[in-house]
């Protein structure tokens, strides 16, 4: 079993900032792709940030230059820096694994619960 916890969100000002953590915890042998998504209220959800365990980092176009994906594989962790803030940045972000939990085993997908984030002055 894999648990997925996302961390850090809350109500920032708009231009602020936040760092958003998600941790992979359980039966992990390795993890390929992270992601981060988002969904606003009454949107779809959508995919914001893509980091491979190697290879290129992927952002979507309403984000670029102001979101930072990375991660820490020794603690199955990825972050998402989120600068300059906006009203529209408003939603529930999730985090996404994917896993393979033995050397043998097919990856799996992974989510977590989200955390919000809100913008508001």
């Known amino acids: 079993q894999v648990q997925v916890v996302e961390s850090g969100g809350g109500l920032v000002q708009p231009g602020g900032s936040l760092r958003l953590s998600c941790a992979a915890s359980?039966?992990?042998?390795?993890?390929?792709?992270m992601e981060w998504y988002r969904q606003a209220p009454g949107k779809q959800r959508e995919l914001v940030a893509h980091?491979?365990?190697?290879?290129?980092?992927n952002y979507a176009d309403s984000v670029k230059g102001r979101i930072t994906i990375s991660r820490d594989n020794a603690k199955n962790t990825t972050y998402l820096q989120i600068d300059s803030l906006e009203p529209e940045d408003t939603a529930v972000y999730y985090c996404k694994v994917l896993v393979r939990v033995a050397a043998s085993s097919g990856e799996y997908q992974y989510w977590g619960q989200g955390t919000q984030v809100t913008v508001s002055s």
């Open positions: 359980g039966s992990i042998f390795s993890i390929n792709d």
């Open positions: 980091i491979p365990s190697g290879g290129r980092i």
